[in-house]
T-cell receptor, first 116, second 113 residues
């Protein structure tokens, strides 16, 4: 069963527009961790944020913000005033604490294309 | 800032050959991981390693794969007899503790011909 769903495959926006990436997760654990990673065209995976299941506070970091809602099992990511450098694939990932597992289960990713 | 490094960045090999992918995790990290990403697809977990043994492995990580920490700094992934479908980007990652953030290396792009 897919644990992390990122429904939007590719999203194109014009520079300076906002873009929101949806992430829906599935777990039976009460303790879990959610992540977002960025994969630019160069291919590396860049950590953006980690959130534990007990911390539902939304977070803002510069032009990036995250909205965590346990009631809907969602951890959405918004880029405000997008720039060309934001063009990348963005992955949402889940780590479940139960059983001592540390593996990250990734979604399929959102390809964001920012058009100048 | 400390980072995970991986060598080589690219590797081309013939089907049936053995390959060893190398990683140097962040020095104070205790948990090490390998993931792979087939071109255009999502990142998939292969194996996690802690205290000199495998702590978890996925169904992808069959007998053709093995991991080792040969010394205090390197962490390797060996594929004994490569298949065409092993062609992928292989990422090493490390974390300070379990459930902490995993930091990824730049990846090794493996092409099996």
């Amino acid at each position: 069963a897919q644990k992390v769903t990122q429904a939007q495959t590719e999203i194109s926006v014009v520079e300076k527009e906002d873009v929101t990436l949806d992430c829906v997760y599935e777990t039976r654990d009460t303790t879990y961790y959610l992540f977002w990673y960025k994969q630019p065209p160069s291919g590396e995976l860049v950590f953006l944020i980690r959130r534990n299941s007990f911390d539902e506070q939304n977070e803002i970091s510069g032009r990036y913000s995250w909205n965590f809602q346990k009631s809907t099992s969602s951890f959405n990511f918004t880029i405000t005033a997008s720039q060309v450098v934001d063009s990348a694939v963005y992955f949402c990932a889940l780590s479940e604490a139960g059983g001592g597992n540390n593996r990250l289960a990734f979604g399929k990713g959102n390809q964001v294309v920012v058009i100048p | 800032e400390p980072e995970v490094t991986q060598t080589p960045s690219h590797q081309v090999t013939q089907m049936g050959q053995e390959v060893i992918l190398r990683c140097v995790p962040i020095s104070n990290h205790l948990y090490f991981y390998w993931y792979r990403q087939i071109l255009g697809q999502k990142v998939e977990f292969l194996v996690s390693f802690y205290n000199n043994e495998i702590s978890e492995k996925s169904e992808i990580f069959d007998d053709q794969f093995s991991v080792e920490r040969p010394d205090g700094s390197n962490f390797t992934l060996k594929i004994r007899s490569t298949k065409l479908e092993d062609s992928a980007m292989y990422f090493c990652a490390s974390s300070e503790r379990g459930q902490e953030t995993q930091y990824f290396g730049p990846g090794t792009r493996l092409l099996v011909l």
